[in-house]
């Protein structure tokens, strides 16, 4: 059986030359999917029966009541819907706003809370908060060390 020229899936090929002629095996499946015809139309699902909403919703109502596996799937969809969550809860906002007074940017903000700052600014516009440039507060003095003895 001849051997193929290129990698082998289990192969670590990064920070490696590749020879001429040889393709990643992700380069090589990018290509294949390019040309399938399914990539390029969308799928689409057929409309559900009212059956088959009365049996999913039963199925559902089941699983929630009698599965043990429910808690731990509802805490990870918990989880998953507060990381890429949209909107800001009112004491986030608050927190932001107080933030702000203080002339902290955009950016300091999103990573004290977590918060994408797109999401920031995009929900303080929402609820008509200025979003515009903040001067810091300056209510500390400037240091008295002998690095400023001549600036009187």
Partial sequence: ??????????????????APGQR???AAGARVMAHTESATLPRQ???MSADQRIKLSVAQRAYVAHDPRWPEHRRKLAAAQ???????????VAAI??????????SYIAEEI??????ISRELRARGIDTSHV????RARRGRGFWRCFDD
């Fill in 82 to 92: 507060e990381a890429k969550r949209m909107t800001l809860f009112d004491n986030e």
């Fill in 135 to 138: 001067q810091a507060d300056r």
């Fill in 114 to 119: 977590g918060v994408c700052r797109d999401v």
């Fill in 24 to 26: 990643t095996p992700q």
């Fill in 45 to 47: 699902r057929p409309p």
């Fill in 97 to 106: 706003v107080a933030l702000r007074r203080k002339g902290r940017t955009f």
């Fill in 1 to 18: 059986m001849p051997r193929p020229s290129g990698p082998a899936l289990g192969d670590r090929t990064r920070g490696k030359a590749l």
